[in-house]
């Protein structure tokens, strides 16, 4: 499929500068783009690449005025950029046929919406439930009365365990757990004893989990995450931890139990988060950063134990200088 350049600029209603007859025919990043592909600019880091990559043309921010190749100008280049991806790879991903596979095991009483997708090896076990059009790829496990959402999409190799709801539009990628046992034990005797976890997950409307995620099961109740969040790959969510919507948690990070995480909330990477603490709306946990105590709304924290950025900031300033400071202090002691 190709695309004159004017049919892209009117579909992500860009300003074009060049020529508007520019065929385009794919996408690419803006290093490894060809000829016939079309490219975005959206860092200014990346600007010195606009005059040598081999892109047929190129989406910018509209402070790029002009250039050696055809450009689109746009408000956000980023978001515009992923409107024409989608545009040339509408074919792509559109997971297994819609239907059971003849290898797929549905078990008694389990309740299929329509249009769903199920692939070969997938298990979907007794008093399970599936929501229309949802996509099920091969080697997912959904287990005993689970409920998964309609337009879901479940990659190979998720499990989603027993009782636990997964909401409407959610992605999960592959390796992912939903509903393993939350980490309980008491010591008994000097022997540790396993605290039963009864409860269960419950992924709200529009989540999206990426690869090798572990959200545990509650011990009572329900561990939730909120509508709209997205969770990085590698991201660990203890039993009873409350997520609010549209948080953002980057790879390597970990939230303990019964921790409570605010709507807007940004966990960068490798950040961790004590139990049964509470972090309030649109605070940001910088990366590594490890929260030992609550973090108040509209914050940003860094440092461990975390602390405003700041004063954190001032503190690795002084770090930083304590060989000085040491030396200083040795010849001090050498003159008394």
Not at 36 to 47: K, M, P
């Amino acid at each position: 499929m190709k695309k004159s350049l004017k049919e892209i600029a009117v579909l992500i209603n860009g300003e074009l500068v060049g020529d508007g007859d520019t065929q385009i025919s794919s996408v690419n990043g803006i290093r490894e783009a060809q000829e016939g592909d079309i490219t975005f600019l959206a860092n200014s880091l990346y600007g010195p690449l606009l005059a040598k990559t081999n892109a047929s043309a190129v989406i910018t921010s509209r402070e790029i005025a002009q250039s050696a190749k055809p450009i689109i100008r746009t408000d956000d280049p980023s978001l515009a950029f992923t409107k024409v991806i989608s545009l040339f790879r509408d074919t792509y991903d559109k997971g297994p046929p819609a239907g059971i596979d003849k290898l797929a095991f549905i078990g008694k009483g389990a309740k299929i919406g329509k249009g769903v997708s199920i692939a070969a090896f997938a298990v979907v076990e007794f008093g399970a439930e599936i929501g229309d059009n949802a996509v099920i790829y091969p080697h997912v496990y959904i287990g005993h009365n689970a409920r998964i959402g309609k337009d879901a999409k479940l990659y190979p190799g998720v499990v989603v365990r027993e009782d636990c709801v997964i909401g409407e539009r959610v992605i999960i990628h592959s390796n992912s757990v939903i509903g393993s046992d939350g980490f309980g034990y008491v010591k008994i005797n000097g022997v540790h004893q396993k605290i039963p976890q009864t409860g269960i997950v419950l992924i709200c409307d529009d989540v999206e989990i990426g690869s090798n995620v572990s959200i545990d099961r509650a011990r009572f109740g329900k561990t939730v995450i909120g509508k709209g969040t997205k969770i990085d790959n590698l991201v660990q969510i203890a039993h009873n931890v409350l997520v609010g919507d549209n948080a953002i948690i980057v790879s390597q990070a970990g939230i303990s139990g019964s921790a409570r995480v605010g709507n807007n909330v940004i966990l960068a990477g490798q950040s961790g988060v004590v139990g049964h603490v509470e972090i309030g709306d649109n605070a940001i946990v910088a990366a590594q950063a490890g929260v030992t105590k609550s973090v108040p709304s509209n914050t940003v924290v860094l440092g461990s134990p975390a602390n405003n950025i700041s004063e954190q900031k001032r503190i690795f300033a002084c770090l930083h200088k304590l060989p000085e400071l040491f030396k200083a202090v040795r010849e001090i002691k050498d003159r008394l």
